[in-house]
Structures are given as C-alpha cells and as structure tokens.
C-alpha cells in the first residue's frame, strides 16, 4: 500500500509505472485491477481508480478506452458508470485532449445504447459540461429524444448542475434556458 501526502503526484506516478514497465504482462494486470476496482467499492476508492484510469486515457487512449472505459460505461451499476463519467473528465483538462473526448462522448450521446447515453450525461453533468456547455446541451437534447425512461434522473441532475454554474456565469444560465426552451417548443420531439 502506497499513500501519498501529495495527491497531485498520483498521476505521475501512473504514468511512470505505465511507462516504465512496458511488458504487456504488467499492463493486463493493471488493467484488470483497475476494471475491477471500482466494482462494491468505497466511493474515495472508486474516485482514485477513476483518476487513474483518466491519465492512463492521456497515456494511450485506444488500449484503455476499450479495456476499461467502455466496460465501465455499460456496466449495470449506476456507481461504475459514475466512475466512467469521472474518467473521461480528466483528460480534457489539458486542450488537446477536448476535441477527442467530446467527439467521444458525441457517439455515446447518439448510440442506441442508454447505458453508454447516461454515462454521457453524467460526464456533461459535471466540470466538463460547465467548459464545454453548448456541446454539452447539444448531447444533453439526443439523449432527451429517446425519450428511454432510465436517463430521465441523470439528465435532470445534469441539465440542474448546468443551471446552477449558471448563478456564476450569466451567459451560461442563459443558455441552458434558451436549450430548454429549444428543445420544448417541439413537445413531440423532446
């Protein structure tokens, strides 16, 4: 066991362990305990292994999005699709990260698949919808035209966390109202 007085060295210590032990051995083992973590776990945990999975993302993007994320983001339980949501918020707090992940995170929106859709509005929900809120209500609104049942909760929470960064931001408030005006003028669509 490892404790750091120091969280912000966390991710270079991933990436050290990622980087310096390139056997694939290693690899599938940290993938594993990682998929796994996350799973009847306590929430610090689940958040730390989240993180970790978000700079591994950093790392090598493809391997992890398809060895973990993608599991984490269709899993049955609420909490480990929280987790993905976590997750894929950590790589676009550096720019070159943005456009990927939202593109990303476009296709989780529009796929026929409500586990990936709810995964994709908790992720706006968060820090990430409130730096990128037009693409964020512009997903927000595939997901609403499902119209499935299972995201009416998480978009509720989502769209509501947008609005309040709102009390801050002006600009911001008034576009979740003029989204939500949009998307109900056309009572049958959305």
Known sequence: IVEL?????????????WDEFKFDTFHELLIRWL?????NTPFQMRVRAAVAVGELLKID????????????ATSSNPTTRASAAIAISIPPLEDEWSPQIL????????????????TA???YGGPLGQRFPVEALKDLKHIAKTGDMRLIGVLTQSISN????????????EKVLDSLVDWT????EV
Not at 61 to 72: H, M, V
Not at 162 to 173: A, H, S, V, Y
Not at 185 to 188: F, S, T, V
């Open 121 to 123: 509005a908790a992720a």
């Open 5 to 17: 007085d120091d969280p912000s060295l966390s991710p270079v210590i991933v990436k050290y362990y």
């Open 61 to 72: 993007f493809r391997s992890i999005e398809l060895a973990i994320l993608n599991n984490w």
């Open 185 to 188: 003028e056309k009572h049958k």
């Open 35 to 39: 998929r796994d973590s996350v799973e």
């Open 103 to 118: 593109k990303l995170l476009h296709y989780w929106s529009t796929v026929n698949n409500w586990r990936f859709c709810w």
């Open 162 to 173: 947008l609005f309040d960064e709102g009390e801050t931001n002006k600009d911001k408030k």
